[in-house]
């Protein structure tokens, strides 16, 4: 049972659960069938396991050597072999898991998958750190799309607000971890820019990928959006103005990330709330 713990903590499993909700969420917007609904959160859920703990297998020397107490494999909680094994063996059945969905969707998954194992990699210490996040978040509504019986690409709003948020949440994310990753070398884009320019620039982003999904979806009318997605979208802009200001007036903490995360369950439920809208 410690190993399990073990894993599932160094799986980030705050990140991986809301990622999870968001694709089910998403499926959910268009209509798949229960069957496919079900498949495409647990391969997206496994995807997401895969992608957190080879983050910490290929972290683990630099947390030991900063102290990181609070992650499993830094405190010798499991074995990186065994962690590498699980990382792999999830990455496979990930894989698995989404080819019944059909080829369109292995592939997308597969790049998706791919482009987060890179910034895993290293592109997490070059300025390109936020390509990853572009290219998986960006893709990701198209997952949803992409496993329906009739597979299409998400509408380009969709893909919009998919890239936005992720941009938002890698520049947020890595905030409080800006002194341990300047000692062991890590240098990605929110480093370059610093704190409070990235935290500043992750809350324009958010926004943008609002006013995305609310003009994308109601096709450029503002007179044909709900009164649903205007109270979604007003909310997300709240979040922003919230992040914005405690990038500001206070050290940046864990606190900004877990906003941005909650501004991106209000932007699934606003795609929720867009119906079919979100196939190209």
Known sequence: MRTVRG????????PTLVVTALAFALGVATALEPWRLALLGVAVFTGQLSVGISNDVLDAARDRAVGRTDKPLARGDVAVGLAWTAALVLLVLALLLSAPLGWRLLAAHALALGSAWAYNAGLKSTPWSI?????SFGLFPSLATLAASDPAFAAWWAWIAGAALGAAVHLTNVLPDLDDDARTGVRGLPHRLGPRVSAGVAALAVVAGAVAVLLGAAGGNLGAVSPVSWVFFVAVVVLAIVTAWRAVRRPPTRALF????????????QLVASGTALVA
């Open 131 to 135: 390509v990853p996040f572009l290219v």
């Open 7 to 14: 894993l599932w903590g160094a799986s980030h499993p705050g």
């Open 258 to 269: 877990r906003l941005v995360m909650l501004a991106a369950l209000l932007l699934a439920a």
